[in-house]
Each structure stands twice: as structure tokens, then as C-alpha cells.
């Protein structure tokens, strides 16, 4: 089953959205996940669903926009997901230590805050790292050893090395590759897609962004995240068939959705 983990449907003009899901369903994607980033768009988030039954969303907000949400509280996150069953993850969380220095610690108060909301509500959290790696790992570490495997764990569009994946992996964590592996330059990357075990590796677009090869250049969507499944493939020596299988079904059974 053809999966878009990772896509940011608001992000498209308002006239193109209905097109841009169109076109993903036509070209065989059978589910989108559509990221929240602002909590503060959520409203907007919720109805560019279009109340199609296959397109879910989250509710969270990414770290370099914390400055303009510093209310968000588990309690909020909790309630808001309580009341709109089409919420099926937590996040975009996370850190981004490379375009905000200036509000390190309001990254972390607020990542605590999500990972507390997914522990409670048993939705996984969506992690984002950008120049936090280590970071993420001592928090992550201090959530295992505090929740177990209670809180479930998605890595998304992961852009680390070697030693940072094996450590998430160890961690039980699920991690999610984007077109950025059929970039020519990242070799450390596509290392990566061989040493994630089977039963944890997810697939997306980030779209609008990163728009896999042959699509470079052009404004990334759903409907692209065949190419991530057929380089996942290339590099695990198997089939596109199988990837879209694997993929499909750790995605089911993380954000538990039934089709």
C-alpha cells in the first residue's frame, strides 16, 4: 500500500489543494498524512482534508515556530485530539538548532509538552532534527527510560549518518526516508536505508519540499513518493512491490489506521 507519511497539504495554494489529492489518489497513493506545523492552522488544516476518508493529519507545532505558539500544553494537545478523530499523530515536533538559536529552550519545554500528549494519547510523535541530533537522542533516551515503549517514535525525513541511525534504531524508533535519498549527494543517507530493520521504515514526501529525482526542480507532492519507494527499493536490493508493502503496513501500524 503506496503511502504518503509526511505532506503538508496547506502549504500548497489554496485553488491547487483538491488537485494536488486528486492527483495523489489517481496516481495510486492510498493515504496522506497531512503534517500540522502551526497549531493555529489547524482549523485550515482540518478542512484541506476535504472529508476525504483516506487523508489524516496531526496536530503540533514545528520547533522554529514555538515563539509564536509558547501556550501549547499537552492538556491543549490532549483535548484538541479527543475531539477530531482525524487526528492520527503528534507533531511536527522536535528541534532546529540550525534556523533558531535563539529559542532553544522553548523548543525543549515544548517538545516535552508533545511527547507527554503522545504517551497520553498513545499517538506517535513526529520528530523533526535539524543541528540537534544529540539533543534528541538524550531527550529520547530520557523518554524511554521514563515511558517505555509507550511513546511511539517516528523519525521524519531522516538526513543523519550511520551512527545517529543506529542509535535511533536501537531506541525502537521508526524512521521515515523522503526523496532526499535519490539525491546524487547523499551517499550517508542511502547508507542508512540499508541498516533500518524492515518492520520500522517508513516512506514521504515533505512535500511541497525536496521533490525526489527525476522531479527536481519542480514543487514537490504526494503523488511523487513513488520515487522514494522505488529508490528504497534499488538500494535494498528488492522489490518496488515489496518496499510499498513493508512501508504500507509499519505506516498502518504505528498511526493504527484501518482501511
Not at 482525524?86 to 511536527?92: A, F, M, R
Amino acid at each position: 500500500m503506496l503511502i504518503d507519511s509526511h505532506a503538508h497539504i496547506l502549504y500548497f495554494e489554496e485553488s491547487k489543494q483538491l488537485e494536488i489529492i486528486k492527483n495523489a489518489f489517481e496516481s495510486g497513493i492510498k493515504i496522506i498524512n497531512n503534517i500540522s506545523t502551526e497549531v493555529k492552522k489547524f482549523p485550515q488544516l482540518l478542512a484541506s482534508c476535504y472529508n476525504l476518508p483516506n487523508i489524516y493529519c496531526t496536530i503540533g507545532t514545528h520547533p522554529c515556530y514555538v515563539q509564536n505558539e509558547p501556550e501549547i500544553t499537552t492538556e491543549f494537545l490532549v483535548n484538541t485530539i479527543n475531539n477530531n478523530p482525524k487526528i492520527i499523530g503528534i507533531g511536527e515536533t522536535g528541534l532546529d538548532f540550525f534556523h533558531d538559536i535563539t529559542h532553544k529552550e522553548l523548543q525543549i519545554q515544548q517538545f516535552w509538552q508533545h511527547i507527554f500528549a503522545s504517551v497520553e494519547t498513545q499517538k506517535p510523535i513526529i520528530i523533526h532534527t535539524r543541528n540537534s541530533d544529540d539533543k534528541i537522542l538524550e531527550i529520547l533516551y530520557k523518554a524511554r527510560l521514563q515511558f517505555d515503549n509507550k511513546l511511539k517514535i517516528l523519525i521524519h525525513c531522516f538526513t543523519g549518518n550511520l551512527d545517529f541511525c543506529q542509535k535511533l534504531i536501537d531506541l525502537n524508533c521508526y524512521i521515515s526516508f523522503s526523496g532526499i535519498i535519490t539525491f546524487k549527494n547523499a551517499i550517508e543517507i542511502q547508507k542508512c536505508v540499508n541498516i533500518v530493520p524492515e518492520n520500522r521504515i517508513i516512506i514521504e514526501t515533505d512535500s511541497p519540499y525536496l521533490a525526489p529525482e527525476p522531479m527536481r526542480g519542480k514543487e514537490n507532492q504526494p503523488a511523487f513518493v513513488k520515487f522514494v519507494a522505488e529508490k528504497v527499493a534499488f538500494l535494498r536490493n528488492t522489490s518496488v512491490e515489496n518496499v510499498v508493502k513493508f512501508t504500507g503496513q509499519n505506516f498502518l501500524e504505528l498511526f493504527d489506521v484501518n482501511l
